[in-house]
């Protein structure tokens, strides 16, 4: 009775520390997950195990959360583990809310400029005609009327392909698979690397969490990529654990997916090469590409609003000077009348 006891005890004990860790991972995590956490700790709480719990929790559960639980139950330690790949999973949520506030700004000077440049493009060949060249007589500006057609239909061109790229965007953000937005923005100028190495070093820390919790090497990275399911990296990581699996080393796999370029590929492709001591082989590497990011992230800061603002000026110049210049002609006559 007393050993029984002794166990119950015990059980009770490891219910109520993992309460507590998933009530931590609710506070540190993302928002949308913070409800359903709050609900797991609670039945835990009660004493109901982790497994029963995902079960009954299980529809309301978010898809990525819901298979990182899962996975996590095949360590020893599943609220350990999941309160550390969580703090992970925030740390690179906020590198890649810092990247995207450093992108939102200089796009809404973009669309901002666009629009006025539109606007008063539209309003002033609306408003005032091109006619009067021929009525005051003045000959010889067929090239500057040409210049004021193009360039009434280079903003005009500009603007309807920013639209669309935006309606893409939005597209992909709401309704598209989010492993999608990744790889779209993955490929963008600027801000693509970043990103894809933000991603990177994500499922590095992932690996290296499942590896440092008792799992094998192939079934760490196995059950890394289906705890990836419906996250920005599910595709990737489920490529490389095809690799894997097919018995291509872990440094190989990662340095084959779409995520590595020429940059970081030297870096994951050294993994191999510490085979023997791979948890922290993983963790060094995740450390040199969030420096890479971060350091990255800093540049973009410094760099692409000053861009934006050459680029603004630039084009509510071009919508402004072309009509300024076709008034150059008038005032040149009226001044020589004078």
């Known amino acids: 009775m007393a050993q029984q006891a002794e166990i119950l005890d015990t059980a009770v004990g490891r219910h109520v520390l993992d309460s507590l860790k998933l009530r931590l991972a609710a506070e540190i995590g993302p928002l949308r997950w913070r409800r359903p956490l709050q609900n797991l700790a609670a039945l835990l709480g009660q004493g109901i195990p982790l497994d ?54 200089p796009m809404v000077l973009f669309v901002a400029a666009l629009a006025v440049g539109l606007a008063f ?3 002033i060949r609306s ?23 193009d360039q009434h239909h280079a903003i005009l061109g500009m603007a309807m392909i920013t639209a669309w790229v935006l309606m893409v965007l939005l597209s992909l953000w709401f309704v598209g698979p989010p492993w999608a937005w990744l790889a779209v923005m993955g490929g ?35 059950a890394a990529a289906r705890s990836f399911h419906s996250s920005r990296q599910s595709v990737f990581s489920q490529s490389i654990a095809r690799d894997v ?11 084959a997916c779409s995520l590595t370029d020429g940059l970081c590929r030297p870096i994951v492709l050294l993994i191999d090469q510490r085979s023997e001591d791979l948890d922290l082989a993983l963790s060094d590497a995740a450390n040199v ?3 890479m990011a971060e350091q990255r992230c800093r540049s973009l800061a410094t760099v692409v609003p000053v861009f934006a603002l050459a680029l603004v000026g630039t084009i509510l110049f071009g919508a402004i000077a072309s009509y300024l210049m076709s008034l150059m002609p008038l005032v040149t006559m009226i001044s020589s009348l004078a």
Request: net charge neutral; no cysteine; proline share 4%.
């Open 52 to 105: 029963d719990a995902l079960r009954q929790q299980s529809g309301a559960l978010p898809a990525e959360l819901n298979s990182l639980l899962r996975e996590s139950l095949k360590v020893r330690d599943p609220a350990g583990l999941l309160i550390e790949a969580i703090r992970v999973r925030t740390k690179s949520d906020k590198g890649w809310r810092i990247l995207v506030s450093t992108s939102v700004y």
């Open 121 to 123: 493009s539209f309003s």
């Open 127 to 149: 408003m005032v005609t091109l006619d009067w060249f021929d009525e005051f007589g003045l000959m010889g500006f067929e090239n500057l009327r040409a210049s004021i057609d």
């Open 188 to 222: 963008m100028i600027l801000v693509g690397k970043p990103l894809r190495w933000m991603s990177l070093q994500e499922m590095l820390n992932r690996y290296h969490l499942f590896l440092v919790h008792g799992l094998q090497p192939a079934a760490a990275v196995d």
């Open 245 to 255: 699996q097919l018995g291509m080393p872990l440094g190989r796999a990662i340095g």
């Open 289 to 291: 590409l969030g420096q």
